[in-house]
């Protein structure tokens, strides 16, 4: 059958390094991110992240120990000491100005004149002499050009989850989780029982109704803003958790209803009308019959309203986040730290994964209902 | 108390509460109000089973109206007054000719076309050939789920990442942006701030959102694909046709209706889009779109009256969307 379609073994070759270059450059920006986020601040700044994986030649600056601690030998003063807590690292070469890094090779001594003499070994360690005036004041500075081995740490996860700086993302991390799950599971609630309505009963105007809600999904959000802000400020809700689990709930409704009435009214209509026979009520059929038959929707309508919600910037700062920084979200702490910490790569890959972990494991693990959800919701 | 315990408990208390809501309403409905016995128990099931699927419509009715009618009236109001010490007043079209005169908001305005023109278009066209191409291959499911995964991802980690990608260091020092690094090693003659060059950063940003969309249109238009009925393939394979001939003149036709969804899915998408200007650029460099324009006149100018009024511009760029999408749920409704 294979052959009968056409299909050259050439054009299969072609097929598949085509996908697999697409699927490469798919994935390598957040590859990238990732990596980023196992680095040490001095590592991101000083190589691209995709040279992570090799060992690297950076040249750095170094300086001794302060003349403070020097020991005299003989007539000279000495201070010695090791640059690297890394012993794997191999010194290629060093200097002693800035515009020749790469003056001398590891094991040489420089001259630095007037008998002041700086050795730099193999292993690391230096040792400094000269006199009495020499070494003093700070530290005599150096250039080190050495190849590193690739190295990954933890650290920056600590920092970010457990650490005590205001970059801190766990107290945004918990917000995020308490506006998702009211915000996930209201908006069921109360459209289960309307698509129960719309798909099943019979009644004037369901078919308005209906395009209603088709209407009502298309409609920016942005238009809810001001007027929704200045309701909740007038009942006394203001701005919190109560108020960004309402307005999630509304704008969910329109997605959640017509999700599961099209589900709904795919069910067999037998089943329904035998209970209904048998003399059960609406109430009995929808929740002992419809509810659990309807599973797989209302797992696809969570699943998407979850990550819009954990996702949500816009809606959250609307309603939500106020200028004591208490209730702020993870989305408009990773805004905010963009500002702030523009620069800071090891903070923003971090902050970024972590507010990503979720999202994508229940993608992973749940895929299944996601793309029947899409597959409910558009092709219809 | 933790948010998060009140969270749980307010979960809590909404499904008893709708539970109880539904059961006694339906309770008094069939006990109280319209008895199903005595003398008019046919009468009375007849009255009830009119009144049940208010019941059954009714929360979710009364949400949508207050979040997202009421919203659409309201605003309409708002463009047309300007706020006063202790009300309101009617401004006639003031607002709309104060926006009118913002090159700011003509830029946005431009921008936002310009997203128009390039996003749905391309989205939809890579999910199209990687869904075709990943079809009848042993190992596209891994595939097509790694290219879907950036759906999860939200926008604003969608921004780091790219911010990542487009960052700059200065002349001499060691790029770690993997694009800078890339125009280096191809001869450019110096790094780039990407970011801020006009024209090519309207570009850079709409390429994040086409990351993240083309795996959606890839999922729906694969299963459009596996959808076509064989036989019409088959009988273009028996009359000679190369694989180039199948694809655009069997299996493109027979799935333009779905193209057409996802394209417009993708279109309302991009009129809204905000998180993604409002994290990278905030606008800034001539990379305003309407929906970041709107949030600086409501949350930073406090303009209710103007930001109101290009609310309404975003809704009369949908509106055309929203009466197609409502005439094909009636046709189908039939």
């Known amino acids: 059958m294979d052959n009968i379609a056409g299909r050259k073994p050439a054009l299969g070759w072609a097929v598949n390094i085509s996908v697999i270059l697409i699927v490469l450059l798919w994935i390598f920006p957040t590859v990238g991110l990732l990596v980023s986020s196992f680095r040490t601040a001095d590592q991101i700044s000083s190589s691209g992240w995709w040279k992570a994986f090799f060992p690297t030649e950076q040249t750095e600056q170094f300086r001794t120990a302060d003349p403070d601690g020097r020991v005299q030998d003989g007539d000279v003063f000495v201070v010695e000491g090791v640059i690297f807590e890394n012993a794997e690292a191999n010194i290629a070469s060093w200097g002693t100005s800035s515009r020749d890094v790469s003056a001398y090779a590891p094991g040489e001594t420089a001259d630095l004149g007037d008998g002041e003499t700086l050795t730099l070994n193999e292993d690391g360690t230096y040792r400094w002499t000269g006199n009495d005036e020499q070494i003093s004041g700070r530290g005599q500075r150096f250039f080190v050009t050495a190849t590193q081995p690739p190295e990954f740490t933890l650290r920056n996860y600590d920092n970010m989850l457990f650490g005590g700086s205001s970059d801190n993302i766990s107290k945004a991390f918990f917000n995020t989780l308490t506006v998702t799950i009211p915000a996930t599971i209201i908006p069921i609630l109360f459209a289960a029982f309307a698509a129960y309505a719309l798909a099943w009963m019979d009644f004037p105007g369901r078919a308005l109704l209906i395009a209603f809600i088709v209407a009502l999904l298309v409609v920016p959000l942005q238009l809810a803003l001001i007027p929704l802000l200045k309701l909740h400020l007038s009942i006394g809700i203001g701005k919190g958790y109560l108020g960004v689990w309402l307005a999630h709930t509304g704008f969910g409704l329109p997605l959640a209803v017509y999700l599961l009435r099209n589900y709904m009214a795919g069910l067999p209509r037998d089943i329904i009308e035998n209970a ?105 | 108390m933790h948010p998060a315990i009140q969270a749980v408990l307010t979960v809590g208390v909404a499904v008893i ?289 103007v930001g109101s009024a290009s609310a309404m511009v975003i809704m009369l760029l949908v509106l055309p969307i929203l009466v197609w999408n409502v005439r094909q749920a009636r046709k189908e409704m039939r």
């Open chain 1, 276 to 380: 209904r026979v048998d003399g059960a009520t609406d109430f009995q059929i929808f929740i002992k019959i419809i509810l659990p038959l309807s599973f797989p929707a209302l797992a696809s309508f969570a699943i998407f309203q979850f990550l819009w919600t954990w996702n949500d910037l816009l809606v959250a700062i609307v309603f939500l986040v106020d200028s004591s920084g208490d209730t702020t979200v993870m989305t408009r702490h990773i805004v905010e730290l963009l500002g702030t910490r523009g620069g800071n790569w090891e903070i923003l890959a971090t902050a970024a994964f972590v507010s990503m972990a979720v999202p994508l494991l229940v993608f992973f693990f749940m895929q299944r209902y996601l793309v029947r959800g899409l597959l409910a919701g558009s092709v219809k």
């Open chain 2, 17 to 305: 509460a709708a539970i109880a809501y539904f059961y006694l309403s339906n309770l008094l409905l069939d006990r109280v109000l319209f008895p199903a016995r005595g003398k008019n128990a046919g009468r009375n099931i007849n009255r009830a089973n009119m009144i049940r699927p208010w019941l059954f419509l009714f929360p979710a009715l009364f949400a949508l109206c207050l979040y997202l009618a009421y919203p659409v009236v309201e605003t309409i109001r708002l463009s047309f007054t300007d706020r006063v010490p202790g009300g309101y007043e009617w401004a006639g079209t003031s607002n709309y000719q104060q926006m009118l005169r913002e090159p700011k908001f003509w830029e946005a305005l431009r921008n936002n076309f310009f997203w128009l023109l390039v996003v749905p278009g391309l989205s939809t066209l890579f999910g199209l050939i990687i869904a075709q191409l990943t079809d009848r291959l042993s190992w596209g499911n891994i595939a097509k789920s790694i290219i879907f995964m950036p759906m999860a991802i939200s926008f604003v980690g969608a921004s780091v990442i790219f911010k990542l990608i487009y960052d700059y260091r200065p002349a001499g020092e060691e790029q770690i942006g993997i694009l800078n690094a890339v125009y280096l090693a191809l001869g450019g003659a110096e790094p780039q701030t990407w970011l801020t060059i006009p024209g090519l950063n309207n570009f850079l940003l709409m390429v994040v959102l086409i990351w993240i969309q083309t795996g959606f249109a890839m999922v729906i238009l694969s299963a459009a694909l596996r959808g076509i009925p064989e036989e019409t393939i088959e009988a273009a394979i028996v009359d000679g046709a190369n694989p180039f001939q199948i694809f655009f003149k069997i299996k493109v036709p027979q799935i333009m209706p779905t193209i057409m969804v996802v394209w417009t899915t993708i279109t309302i998408l991009v009129l809204k889009i905000f998180d993604i200007v409002f994290a990278m650029t905030n606008g800034q460099w001539g990379t305003q779109v309407l929906a970041n324009y709107m949030y600086d006149k409501l949350f930073r100018a406090n303009d209710w009256g």
